[in-house]
């Protein structure tokens, strides 16, 4: 099918105004005639080349200009959009600029998919877009976030396959072909066209109309529902720096820094990017340096155990490109900038961790912050409980006893052998009298010990003014036949 564009319709409007801290993602590759990448033998067809088009497939192909050909093989469904003054036209005879003449083929878009963040471009404001001053992302965030405008380029055409984990893939607007979706209603019904149908396919649908970030300390993207289905499209390089980093909501290990900036009230995500890029990222000796920055949300845990929430803080990830020295050296300014002035700023504390060797201490008033109020919450927590057990409200389990053992005579001391030290030997030593028994004579010596001794035992046992005597209790003093 061949539907003629308006001029109206290639127009994008600049008064777009995103909400604070969305940003404009654009999509890529596009489907159109003039693309070079997207033919086979890598050039646009000229008069004496036959132009075959994936017979099977869909497609949906932009057409900016006039094009001689000398035969065109159409698809079964699809649809050519042609731009103003735009058409085909066959050369009667050899097209002389065109050489011999061959079969060129258009390349399958089937499998270009919604969710790979190497298809997506991220700029803060639509003229940084049309600039091309693009925002660097962690992965997760490359591909569009819930509070994104989404945008496809005005003069192009495309395919892109929307699947995901999820029925829907909110975002906050959608651009195609110069008109701005931000209704719900209205892209619905554009995506049940015969071009919506050509252009999205997939088991999820996109969704326009989610509202804007209202916290200008930022928002969570959305994505990490669909961090596998990410990072299943990418194939991560070797890294060969001494500590590789991993950021929160990306897929492969980098060289390079992780700022973790601790912010409290007053904090604009906008705003400090903003201040980054003047103080820092203008500088000579930090051209190549790729900075991401966003709002993540990590599990908190008590003394580094026990987890009992999330908390937000802001990640600032730095490559260099090289082996991280030079990232190393702009999240040392960062940090300094943000302990200097953190007060102004809404920052409460901030430290970094760098890719290479010569890593050192940072001091972080956020970390120092957390310590004091984790070892608060345990003083806390025991004094209430040892509150509660002194009132019976908590009941301490007890110990089990131990059984008591009865105490062993003591060895005889020196005083006692040398007691009778005055007698004398045969041989000239002292006499050898032997010890006196601890307990003969003395019934205070014996150990009183709860239990030990039954009360038959207590019984049998009598004294005397001529020692100590028991009873036997296996013997019966009636019986006297010993024969038994």
């Excluded at 975002?171 to 209603?185: E, H, I, N, P, Y």
């Excluded at 961790?353 to 345990?378: H, K, R, W």
């Excluded at 049998?460 to 009873?471: A, D, E, P, R």
Aim: include cysteine; charge should be negative; aromatic fraction near 8%.
């Amino acid at each position: 099918m061949f539907r003629m564009l308006k001029a109206a319709d290639v127009l994008l409007l600049l008064c777009l105004v995103g909400a604070v801290n969305a940003l404009y993602k654009q999509w890529i590759p596009d489907t159109n005639y003039e693309n070079t990448t997207n033919w086979d033998k890598g050039a646009v067809p000229c008069g004496n080349d036959i132009v075959e088009f994936p017979a099977q497939r869909k497609v949906s192909v932009f057409v900016e200009t006039t094009h001689a050909v000398q035969e065109m093989r159409l698809p079964v469904d699809g649809e050519i959009i042609l731009n103003s003054g735009a058409g085909f036209y066959v050369v009667s005879g050899q097209d002389p600029g065109c050489g011999a003449g061959v079969t060129t083929h258009f390349k399958d878009s089937e499998s270009l998919q919604w969710f790979d963040p190497a298809l997506w471009q991220a700029a803060a404001t639509l003229d940084d877009l049309q600039r091309g001053s693009f925002l660097f992302s962690v992965h997760e965030e490359s591909v569009p976030c819930r509070y994104d405008d989404v945008v496809f380029k005005a003069r192009s055409s495309f395919r892109v396959d929307t699947t995901s984990g999820q029925s829907s893939t909110p975002v906050k607007s959608v651009s195609v072909l110069g008109k701005m979706f931000d209704s719900r209603s209205e892209f619905s019904q554009y995506l049940s066209s015969r071009s919506g149908r050509l252009q999205f396919h997939g088991s999820s649908a996109v969704t326009v109309g989610e509202p804007g970030c209202g916290d200008p300390s930022g928002c969570d993207c959305g994505n990490s529902e669909n961090h596998q289905r990410i990072c299943a499209t990418l194939t991560c390089p070797s890294v060969s720096c001494a500590k590789p980093l991993l950021p929160a909501g990306h897929c492969c290990d980098v060289c390079g820094a992780i700022v973790t900036i601790h912010n409290a009230a007053g904090f604009n995500l906008q705003t400090y990017r903003q201040r980054i890029h003047h103080l820092f990222l203008v500088l000579p000796q930090y051209k190549s340096i790729q900075l991401g920055m966003s709002k993540v949300f990590k599990s908190q845990r008590l003394m580094g155990i026990i987890p009992f929430g999330t908390s937000s803080e802001i990640q600032v990830v730095i490559l260099d490109g090289e082996k991280g020295t030079h990232a190393e050296a702009l999240a040392q300014d960062i940090v300094k900038d943000a302990l200097s002035h953190g007060s102004n700023l809404g920052i409460s504390g901030a430290e970094f961790q760098a890719s290479s060797d010569t890593t050192t201490p940072t001091t972080s008033v956020g970390l120092v912050v957390g310590v004091v109020f984790g070892v608060l919450i345990m003083i806390a927590l025991i004094v209430i409980l040892v509150v509660l057990a002194r009132r019976g409200v908590v009941q301490m389990p007890s110990l089990p006893s131990l059984p008591s053992l009865p105490s062993l005579p003591s060895l005889p001391s020196l005083s006692s052998l040398k007691r009778n030290g005055g007698d004398v030997g045969e041989l000239g030593g002292p006499l050898d009298h032997g010890y006196d028994n601890p307990m003969f004579d003395k019934p205070n010596m014996m150990p009183e010990i709860p239990g030990l001794y039954g009360t038959e035992a207590k019984n049998s046992i009598h004294l005397t003014q001529t020692g100590v005597h028991f009873i036997n209790p296996v013997y019966d003093e009636n019986e006297t036949d010993f024969s038994a």
